[in-house]
């Protein structure tokens, strides 16, 4: 379907025209392999050069903004799983959208984050904030993140490990807050207590490529100490 340059693949879980890794594997540290399958209300491809783009747009009916504090501790980072499972080989990440149902001027109607280089402003939505933005060099740092995340919760799986312990950040958000079963469930005081700092993009990228050029360097000392 198109809509102007923007070609809608997927809506509301309904399959307009098939994608070629519908199906997302990673692969496991014990040489395994998991396959996830999901629904995504709307994915979005725009072709630019020789490059296609893509695009996850989560419908929200009030809205939602980025929680990378979340994300951090593997609460809420499916919309990179998302876009990491359809982008592949082939398409380009260009970014994860909450899109809100009802119309307030009071707030964006489009919040998230998108992947861009400086002066790309063909992928901005319109009235979409210039610092919700991050370029393709630290989306990479996310995809790793989110990928250790996932090879994480498989490994406790694989593991049987199911503790109930839902999260809870000091003074403000638990993980029983919605659940159906808050009035029959015993446990009442264990929870995985989380910390509750300021914490946003900024703070999450410098994090994660802290992590990660840590964990190069010890890679390239053990790959010379093999030699």
Same mark, same amino acid.
């Given at each position: 379907?198109?809509?102007?340059?923007?070609?809608?693949?997927?809506?509301?879980?309904?399959? =307009?025209?098939?994608?070629?890794?519908?199906?997302?594997?990673?692969?496991?540290?014990?040489?395994?392999?998991?396959?996830?399958?999901?629904?995504?209300?709307?994915?979005? @491809?725009?072709?630019?050069?020789?490059?296609?783009?893509?695009?996850?747009?989560? +419908?929200? @009916?009030? %809205?939602?903004?980025?929680?990378?504090?979340?994300?951090?501790?593997?609460? $809420?980072?499916?919309?990179?799983?998302?876009?990491?499972?359809?982008?592949?080989?082939?398409?380009?990440? $260009?970014?994860?959208?909450?899109?809100?149902?009802?119309?307030?001027?009071?707030?964006?109607? @489009?919040?998230?984050?998108?992947?861009?280089?400086? %002066?790309?402003?063909?992928?901005?939505?319109?009235?979409?904030?210039?610092?919700?933005?991050?370029?393709?060099?630290? +989306?990479?740092? =996310?995809?790793?993140?989110?990928?250790?995340?996932?090879?994480?919760?498989?490994?406790? =799986?694989?593991? %049987?490990?199911?503790?109930?312990?839902?999260?809870?950040?000091?003074?403000?958000?638990?993980?029983?807050?919605?659940?159906?079963?808050? /009035? =029959?469930?015993?446990?009442?005081?264990?929870?995985?207590?989380?910390?509750?700092?300021?914490?946003?993009? /900024?703070?999450?990228?410098?994090?994660?490529?802290?992590? +990660?050029? /840590?964990?190069? &360097? &010890?890679?390239?000392?053990?790959? &010379? @100490?093999?030699?």
């Amino acid at each position: 379907k198109q809509h102007g340059d923007i070609r809608v693949f997927l809506i509301d879980g309904k399959v =307009i025209e098939a994608l070629p890794n519908a199906m997302f594997r990673v692969e496991l540290d014990n040489g395994n392999s998991l396959y996830l399958m999901g629904k995504v209300d709307r994915v979005d @491809l725009l072709k630019s050069g020789d490059k296609e783009y893509i695009r996850i747009i989560d +419908y929200k @009916l009030k %809205g939602k903004k980025m929680d990378y504090r979340k994300f951090r501790d593997g609460i $809420a980072f499916q919309l990179f799983v998302y876009l990491n499972a359809l982008s592949g080989n082939k398409y380009t990440p $260009a970014g994860v959208l909450y899109s809100r149902l009802i119309d307030d001027y009071n707030y964006d109607r @489009l919040t998230g984050l998108i992947v861009k280089e400086k %002066g790309q402003d063909i992928l901005l939505p319109d009235g979409f904030k210039e610092h919700n933005t991050i370029l393709p060099l630290e +989306y990479d740092l =996310i995809k790793k993140f989110t990928e250790d995340k996932i090879k994480s919760h498989a490994k406790n =799986i694989i593991k %049987g490990d199911f503790k109930v312990a839902p999260y809870y950040y000091k003074n403000d958000e638990k993980g029983c807050t919605y659940c159906k079963y808050l /009035k =029959i469930c015993k446990n009442k005081k264990v929870n995985r207590v989380l910390l509750n700092s300021k914490y946003d993009k /900024k703070s999450f990228i410098e994090e994660l490529r802290n992590k +990660y050029d /840590k964990l190069d &360097w &010890w890679s390239k000392i053990s790959h &010379w @100490l093999k030699r």
